[in-house]
C-alpha cells in the first residue's frame, strides 16, 4: 500500500511564501515504492483540479504550468523519498488545495495520468 503524505499549506500574506512537502512511503509490486514522478495539483473551490509542477525522480527533470513558472520551484530528496514544493511570491489566486501525486510510468501534466494521490493541504493567501 502507497502513501502520500503532504504537509506544509497554511495561510500566507501576498507576497509571502510556503514550502510543501510529500512523503512517500509504503510497497507496490512487492517493493519499496518508487516513482518514475511525483507532481503537484491543486484545485480552488468550484474549478477543475490543475497542474502545477512535476519532477522525474531519477534525472530530477522538472515542468511548470505556465501560471507558476519563476515563482514555484519543485525538487525531491531521493534518500526521503520526498517531494517539496517552494512557493514563492504567493498571490491570491494561487489560493488553493494542493495535492501530491505519483506516477509510475511518466511525467504526465494531467491528474489522469497520476497513480497515487495525497490526501491534499490547504494553502490560503491573503489579499
Known amino acids: 500500500q502507497v502513501q502520500l503524505v503532504e504537509s506544509g499549506g497554511g495561510l500566507v500574506q501576498a507576497g509571502g511564501s510556503l514550502r510543501l512537502a510529500c512523503a512517500a512511503s509504503?510497497?507496490?509490486?512487492?517493493?519499496?515504492?518508487?516513482?518514475?514522478?511525483m507532481g503537484w495539483f491543486r484545485q480552488a473551490p468550484g474549478k477543475e483540479r490543475e497542474f502545477v509542477a512535476t519532477i522525474t525522480w531519477n534525472l530530477g527533470n522538472t515542468f511548470y504550468a505556465d501560471s507558476v513558472k519563476g515563482r514555484f520551484t519543485i525538487s525531491r530528496d531521493t534518500a526521503k523519498n520526498t517531494v517539496f514544493l517552494q512557493m514563492n511570491s504567493l498571490k491570491p489566486e494561487d489560493t488553493a488545495v494542493y495535492y501530491c501525486a505519483a506516477a509510475l510510468s511518466a511525467a504526465p501534466r494531467t491528474a489522469g495520468g497520476y497513480d497515487y494521490w495525497g490526501q491534499g493541504t490547504q494553502v490560503t493567501v491573503s489579499s
Open positions: 509504503g510497497r507496490a509490486s512487492g517493493r519499496t515504492f518508487r516513482a518514475y514522478a
